[in-house]
């Protein structure tokens, strides 16, 4: 799909550096990859705490079975 977008070329060229890839294209989609990782992380992060433990609850006993 072709879209046009217009980005901060700092950035751009910046990202290029760091990151290594030959192509604005691949430099571009690497970041997209990289924040919808991050973002399913903090998901997951988010769930810390929310989670109920039961005091009673043994797996070693629920393996014998």
């Not at 550096?17 to 430099?27: L, R, W």
């Not at 970041?31 to 973002?39: D, G, H, N, W, Y």
Request: hydrophobic share 35%.
């Amino acid at each position: 799909m072709a879209t046009n977008l217009a980005i901060d070329d700092t950035l751009l060229s910046k990202a290029l550096k760091i990151g290594g890839k030959k192509t604005k294209k691949d430099t571009v989609n690497e970041a997209l990859k990289e924040f919808i990782v991050r973002r399913e992380q903090k998901k997951v992060l988010d769930l810390f705490g929310t989670v109920d433990y039961f005091d009673e609850y043994q797996p070693k006993t629920a393996r014998r079975k």
